[in-house]
Every structure is written in structure tokens, then in C-alpha cells.
């Protein structure tokens, strides 16, 4: 492929010069690269690990997912939902998602979303670019935050995306 045949090539459009002198062809000053990243790890487990219960009446909600013994994660997309009674329309409340190390170190905020009152149900999700890996005894939360203790208890899921590796 001749490169600078045209009034302005490729190469002189972006001010490139190899040794001093424009190349003539295209194999002299790109390298092509193909990522296969993510289709390596396609092969791997994907699943959805979810949650769903009715909560108690408190201020602070969690769903907890636990990386097991001898496996990695690869942590792809987070989720959660709920659905408030009548009764609980005017409290406040927010989703919030975190990782933890293990021992229960400090937990990592990720994203929260969801922020709202007078909904009669919210759900909110994201998905993770570039994915985060997650080693053994790593800890992801999904959090229901709200004002005031539920009057009634409330449903509440979480799911999250993982692909699963031996470790």
C-alpha cells in the first residue's frame, strides 16, 4: 500500500517519518496488532450470581458475593434493584456498590446509582470497562442506603456478572 501518493498520505497527514524519510509502504511504519484479550477469556465460566429478599426494616441493606477459595474473578457488570411499599415512598434511598479485601479491609466505593425518592421501584446497573480481576476472599457488595428504617419490608436484588478462573 503506497503511502504518501496521495497529496497528503496517512503518514504525512499525521507528521510520521521513520529514519528521517517518509516510508512507501505501510508495513515499514505500522505494525498491525489484533486484541484477543477478551476472546482468550471467553473460555472461561460466565455467570450470573444474583440475590433476592425481602429486607428487614433498617437504614442499611447489603448483598455480599464472596470470590470462593481456589478462584479468580474477573468482575464484568454490577446490578441491583428494589421496590419500595406505598407506605415508604417519601423515604430517601440510593444503591451503592463496593469491593472489599479480604479480613474485611476497608471497603472500595465502585459506583453507586439510583438516587431517588417518590419511585414505587429503581433498579440500577453499570457495566465495568476494563473489567476488574478479583483474587480469593475479595468481597463485592450491593447496598440499599435509605433515610429512614422501612416501614414494610422491601425486595431487594443484586446481581453481578463474573467470569470464573482457577487459580
Request: proline share 7%; hydrophobic share 45%; with cysteine.
Amino acid at each position: 500500500m503506497q503511502l504518501q501518493k496521495s497529496p497528503i498520505g496517512i503518514l504525512g497527514a499525521f507528521a510520521l517519518k521513520v529514519l528521517g524519510r517518509n516510508p512507501q509502504l505501510f508495513s515499514e511504519a505500522v505494525t498491525p496488532t489484533v486484541d484477543v484479550y477478551d476472546q482468550y477469556l471467553a473460555t472461561s465460566e460466565l455467570s450470573v450470581k444474583a440475590t433476592s429478599a425481602n429486607v428487614n426494616l433498617a437504614t442499611f441493606n447489603t448483598s455480599a458475593f464472596v470470590v470462593p477459595n481456589g478462584k479468580c474473578w474477573r468482575l464484568m457488570a454490577l446490578g441491583g434493584s428494589f421496590g419500595p411499599n406505598v407506605a415508604d415512598i417519601a423515604i430517601h434511598r440510593r444503591l451503592t456498590f463496593s469491593l472489599t479485601g479480604p479480613g474485611n479491609a476497608n471497603a472500595v466505593n465502585i459506583g453507586g446509582g439510583a438516587d431517588d425518592t417518590g419511585a414505587l421501584a429503581s433498579s440500577y446497573g453499570f457495566t465495568l470497562r476494563p473489567p476488574i480481576f478479583l483474587p480469593p476472599g475479595w468481597t463485592v457488595a450491593v447496598g440499599l442506603i435509605n433515610s429512614a428504617a422501612w416501614t414494610v419490608a422491601v425486595p431487594f436484588n443484586a446481581a453481578i456478572l463474573v467470569q470464573e478462573f482457577d487459580t
